[in-house]
């Protein structure tokens, strides 16, 4: 479990470090950096998916109201 937990707690104290260094350069708590850029991943990770929703819907929607036909007798 040790190799598990070694490479996280590594990461963890490098990006937390850089949380760190953009609220000292502005001049504001390391929790607010941190919990605003995990609010942000959310909210851009929802902002895509519902992007796809989107556009799928509109393909859908495009493909059962424009029907490309072959003649005019496929009416």
Do not use: E
């Amino acid at each position: 479990m040790n190799y598990i937990y070694k490479p996280l707690l590594f990461f963890q104290k490098h990006g937390y470090y850089v949380c760190q260094r953009i609220a000292d350069r502005f001049g504001i708590r390391a929790k607010v950096v941190r919990t605003t850029f995990m609010y942000l991943t959310f909210v851009t990770v929802g902002f895509g998916f519902a992007l796809y929703l989107f556009l799928a819907f509109w393909i859908k929607i495009k493909d059962l109201v424009y029907t490309k036909r072959t003649s005019v007798f496929d009416l």
